[in-house]
């Protein structure tokens, strides 16, 4: 219990905590949008270059995180992102919206699309059609990326720590822990400590959106 009484009233603990919600938050939302009229172009529309461009997407997952610091960081360099939580949320959203338009897609291809048809008849614009009725029918595969943006962003060290350096006021949780592992000395009280504190966010989420989890998961994988 001192651990826990250090972490939360003696370190800055707090303002790590709300860094990290702030800037995973905001990718999430901004990830969400992106992907989900992303995936509408993809799923209800048929241009040329659209099947490249969905295996285009699936390719960049395989290239492994760390071989995209340098250019990430080169890029916020040259828009003067370094350093700010604008960087940091792009370079998130940018990374997560590939996977998140491939499992919207797969989401969106199981719903009929004459249900938007009739929302069409009956006056709908193609953009209220996409708002009120295929969103509404999309909530578990919604909630599936929102909470993938949300864990992704949460969780990272790598890309934080190269876009936001090392300046106090804008540290996140993963960034302030580690200032608790020194050369010669860990805290291991107040690093547990910190640790399970962080997890609390994410397992509240978590149970909020199991409900449309499970439907999402299994209803994106097949068609029909």
Do not use: H
Not at 140 to 158: G, Q, S
Not at 176 to 184: K, V
Request: one cysteine or more.
């Amino acid at each position: 219990l001192e651990s826990f009484r250090i972490v939360l009233f003696d370190l800055p603990f707090l303002g790590w905590l709300w860094n990290s919600l702030v800037i995973t938050i905001a990718t999430s939302v901004i990830g969400v949008i992106l992907a989900a009229t992303s995936a509408y172009a993809f799923s209800r529309y048929k241009f040329p270059g659209r099947s490249v461009g969905l295996i285009f997407l699936l390719t960049t997952q395989m290239i492994p995180a760390a071989m995209l610091l340098v250019p990430l960081y080169i890029l916020a360099v040259q828009y003067d992102l370094v350093g700010t939580y604008r960087g940091l949320v792009i370079a998130y959203a940018v990374t997560a919206v590939p996977f998140s338009i491939w499992i919207l897609k797969g989401y969106y291809d199981t719903i009929p699309i004459d249900l938007e048809e009739a929302a069409r008849i009956d006056g709908c614009s193609e953009i209220q059609a996409f708002l009120k009725i295929l969103l509404p029918l999309s909530t578990p595969a919604l909630a599936i990326v929102f909470l993938f943006n949300f864990t992704t962003a949460w969780n990272d060290y790598l890309l934080a720590r190269v876009i936001l350096g090392s300046k106090e006021s804008l540290l996140t949780w993963p960034l302030g822990l580690q200032r608790l592992q020194g050369q010669f000395l860990t805290q291991w009280g107040q690093f547990s400590a910190g640790s399970v504190l962080v997890a609390i966010p994410v397992m509240a989420l978590f149970l909020y959106t199991s409900k449309w989890l499970i439907s999402g998961l299994t209803l994106g994988s097949v068609k029909g």
